[in-house]
């Protein structure tokens, strides 16, 4: 008998995304899937021959072997405890932060840690966390400098697009973008008119207190934000924090650990609508020729696309607008730094709402149903 597989948080924008790829991959051959809902209990679901059952359903919930949520934060802070609380031993793959810093979690991003995963499995460990997006693109950028122990340190400058924030976020770009061509466009329609009074149309647009501001508070469009999540007070930002905390959990070290990898960052929000951007400055344990960098880098994983330090390969492919809607990784810009030897540059681009977000977790429930069909 198929493994059955509630499904929770499937119409939001990541858990769109999980959807498409499941299809995409079959995955609903191989599962019974039990779609949960907020709001539209009773309804038809998308795939399987069971209506919607509510998400606050503990008895439904506890008769799928595997919980698969995107749904947030709130829902799994308010349901997971609660579901253990009353005995169930399934497994919990899940989207959100909530639980990724626990001790009885493990990040998923397999092509980077399948052998930690397989032995958290052989543990006994139940909860498998997707991790931060920005993180996660980092990692599988760099795969084959982390397998061969290379990295010493990481400053990553990160350029993150508005669907990191959510769909109403991607709403609210377009229409402020929208706003600042309004405010422009009798100006853009003669060739004679000057750009400055054009740009100067733009910038009292982009100002006024008539621009749509609900969710990001200031403009995106015609702008950035430099700063990205919660302020921890110390001058660092939550997104921030999660560069180095996230990135040695999903290496499994622990902190205090002697093989930890120092990783600084700035995270800044960009007019993109799809895909997070970073430039990495990289210390390197121990000096390599630039080939054997760039042969590392390209061996990390099949997704991982090394693109020519050139002006032309650059510019073509290394943009969000190039990978959006793909599982490529591409890494270019790479080059030794002058700065002393051991220092080397890149700049990688990757979609969050796949890489970043869905597709680890649908990877985990395929390393999962073997093993549950031996049960």
């Known amino acids: 008998m198929a493994v059955r597989v509630g499904i929770v948080g499937w119409r939001g924008m990541v858990g769109s995304v999980l959807l498409q790829r499941m299809q995409q991959e079959d995955d609903f051959a191989h599962i019974q899937p039990r779609f949960f809902s907020t709001s539209q209990v009773g309804a038809a679901a998308p795939a399987g021959a069971l209506p919607l059952a509510s998400a606050s359903d503990l008895e ?147 100002r006024s207190a008539q621009l749509p501001r609900e969710h990001f508070g200031v403009s995106l469009a015609g702008s950035l934000i430099p700063w990205i999540a919660e302020d921890l007070g110390n001058g660092m930002s939550k997104e921030e924090w999660k560069g180095d905390a996230e990135c040695n959990k999903i290496l499994g070290r622990a902190p205090g650990a002697s093989n930890r990898i120092p990783v600084e960052s700035l995270c800044v929000r960009i007019g993109a609508m799809r895909c997070h951007a970073q430039a990495l400055t990289i210390k390197l344990r121990r000096d390599l020729g630039l080939a054997d960098i760039e042969s590392l880098l390209a061996s990390g994983n099949a997704w991982v696309r090394l693109i020519p ?34 220092f080397i540059s890149a700049f990688t681009v990757g979609d969050q709402l796949l890489w970043g977000a869905a597709e680890p977790l649908r990877r985990m429930l395929r390393i999962l149903l073997p093993r549950l069909a031996l049960v």
């Open 60 to 206: 439904a919930l506890g008769e799928c072997a595997v919980v698969l949520s995107c749904q947030g934060g709130e829902w799994t802070s308010a349901t997971h405890p609660r579901l253990r609380q009353a005995g169930w031993r399934g497994y919990w793959i899940d989207a959100a932060s909530s639980l990724r810093m626990h001790d009885d979690a493990v990040i998923v991003l397999d092509p980077v840690n399948g052998a930690l995963i397989e032995q958290a499995l052989d543990r006994g460990i139940r909860n498998f966390i997707g991790g931060n997006c920005t993180v996660s693109l980092m990692m599988l950028a760099l795969g084959g400098l982390l397998r061969e122990d290379l990295v010493e340190w990481v400053s990553a400058m990160t350029y993150q697009a508005a669907s990191g924030a959510g769909a109403q976020n991607m709403r609210e770009l377009l229409a402020q973008m929208g706003v600042a061509h309004q405010a422009a466009a009798a100006l853009l329609g003669d060739p004679q008119a000057p750009i400055l009074a054009i740009d100067e149309r733009v910038s009292q647009a982009l």
């Open 309 to 342: 330090n050139t002006r032309a390969a650059s510019v073509a492919a290394l943009s969000p607008v190039h990978v959006a809607g793909t599982l490529d990784i591409v890494v270019g810009r790479v080059r030794k730094l002058a700065v002393g030897p051991g």
